[in-house]
C-alpha cells in the first residue's frame, strides 16, 4: 500500500472576485486570446479522464494533487504549460488554462489522445486528428521534485507529429505511449518511471507489456533513465498495435531509431526458465539501440529474455555494463551501401547466467558487412552468430590479460553449469576477420569459413572444450557431432560447401582440452602455429591438399602429441 502525506500548501493571494456569469475556476479571457489558443477538450467517464487536442500544438504538464487528503492519489491537475496557447473546454464551455478533476470523484486511468483520428472518444466523438508539436509532460506530486505521481490504472498518451511525452516521478499501472505519424519523429522520455503491471499481450511471435512505447514508422527518440518497468517493455517502431483487436499493424515505410535505457530495471520475477520482458522492434532507415549501466550503485538488470529485430539500414546495438539473466536474440536487416550492423557487448556486461537455463546470444545478420565486438564481458551460455552470404563480417571476442600489474578481465563465452553451450559463427561467402584475444570459450567452439578469404586469429586463448574451424565433417570423429546434437545445432560450419578462398589461421598460446579439428578446404591456404599450442587429446589439421597450403610451425614452442597434419604442402618448421 502506498501512503501518502499532505502537502502543506502555502498562502496564495486571493483572486478577484469573479463575476456571477463566470463558472468556477474560469479565467478571465480575451477573445483574442480565445481565437488563437489550442484547444483541449476535457470528458470525465466514470473513473477516466480523456483530453482530446485539436490539429494545433498542444502543451500540457499533468501532476497528481493533494487535494483529496483522504485519498490523494485520485485527483489530478492539468495546466497549460508555461507560454503556450493551449486552453480547455468541458462540457461545452471553456475552464481556462488550468483543469482539475473534482474532488467529489476518484480518478484511476488518464487517457491523452493528441493524435488517434480513428479511436472513438470515451462519449462516442470522433477523435480529430492531429498534427501540431504536442508536449504531454507527467511529473511527481504537486509539481514536486521528491516525490512521485500516483495513478493506479493506466496512463494511455496518443500523439500525432513532432511531439514530445516527458514522464518525470511517476507510478503507474500500466503505460501506453503511441507516436502515430509515419512521417514525424516523436520523442519518449521515461525518468524515475515505476510501471507495476505484469500483464502480456501475445499476437504471434511478437509480445506487448504493461510499459508500451511505439511509433506509426517516422521515426522514434526513446530514452528511459533511472526507472523500473516490472512487467516488461515491449518497443514498436515497426507500426501500431490495435490493443481492442489484439493485432499488430505493420508500416513498410521507415525511419532513424534511436533508444537509450540507462541505470533501469525491466521485470521483477526470477524463474528457473527466463521469459521474454524486453522486445524491441525498429524498422527500416537505421536504428541505435543502448542497453547500458553507467555507475556502480544502481545495477541495471533485465530479468528474462531481450530480443532486438532491426530493420534494413545501418543498425547499432550497445549493450555496457548490462546484466541480462536470459538469453538475447540480435536480428539485423541489410545494411546500406556502406555499413552492414555494428554490435558491442563490453564494460563488464553479463548475457545469460551461470546457474539458470537458456540464456543464449543469438545473432542474425543479412547483407551488408557486419562486426561485433565482445569485450571485457560475460555469456555463460553461449553465442550463434549466422552472419548470411555474400558480405564481409569483423569479429573480435577480447579481454584485457592484467599486465604491468593491471587486474585480469578474460572475456569468457560459455561454461553454463545446467546445459551445455555453443559458441558458434556461422560465415558466408564474404572475407571473415575473427580475433580472439585473451579470451576463454568454454564449450563446443565451432568457426564456420565460406568461399571468402577467410581470418581466424586465437592470441592466449583458452578452450574448455572442442575447436572446430571449417569444413571438418570428414576428419571429426563421431564424438563432436553428438556434442552437435546434444546441444540441438547443426554442423553450420559446412554449410554444403568446401570451404574456399585463401583462408588463415594463426594460433598462438592456444590450449584446447577435448580436442581440435581444422578443415580449411579449397584454394591456399596456410596455418600458423605459436608458442605454446596444446590441442588436447586428439587434433586433426587440413589444409585441403592445394598448391599454396602452408603450414608453419617455426615459431612454435611447444611439443606437440596427437595431432595429425594433411593436406599441407609447404612445411615451414
Known sequence: MKLFKRQRREPTPKRLKASRRRRMRVESLENRRVLAANFVTVEIVGDTIELTGDSN????????????????SESFTIKAKEGSETLFSFSGGIVGDTYQTPISGAIHNIRVNFGDSVTLSLM???AIPQGGADIVEFVGLDQSETEES??????QILTNGEAVV??????????????QDDDDIGTTALDNVVVQDDTVTVDGMRSFFSAHIESGGGGSDITIVDSNLKGGLSISNDGLFDFGAMVHTPNPTGA???????????????VTTPQSVLEIYNGAGGSRTTLERDNATDPSRIRGNVAINNGDGFDEVNFSAINIYGGSSIENGAGDFLHGSSIMIHNDSIIGSDILGGGRLDVTNAAGDDRLTIEESRLPSGIVVNNGMDHDTNTIVIGKAGVGGETAARTVIG???????????????????MSFINADLKGLVDIGLGDGDDIVNMTDVLVDGVLNIGN???IRPAMVDALFGGLGLASLADDANAGGGDDRVTLEDVMVTAGTFIGLGDDQDRVDLIDDIDFGPRASIDGGNDAGDTLDRSQLSSVMTNVDFNGFLNHIN
Open 166 to 179: 516527458s514522464l518525470t516521478d511517476l507510478e503507474v499501472d500500466s503505460l501506453i505511449v503511441s507516436h
Open 472 to 474: 571438418t565433417v570428414g
Open 256 to 270: 532513424a531509431d534511436i533508444i537509450k535505457i540507462s541505470n533501469t530495471d525491466i521485470g521483477e520475477h526470477l
Open 124 to 126: 462516442g466523438n470522433p
Open 57 to 72: 500544438a498542444n502543451e500540457i504538464e499533468i501532476w497528481q494533487d493533494s487535494r483529496r487528503a483522504f485519498s490523494p
Open 415 to 433: 561454461g553454463n553449469t545446467l546445459t551445455g553451450s555453443a559458441i558458434q559463427f556461422s560465415n558466408g561467402a564474404g572475407n571473415e576477420r
Open 150 to 155: 500516483f495513478l493506479d490504472g493506466q496512463l
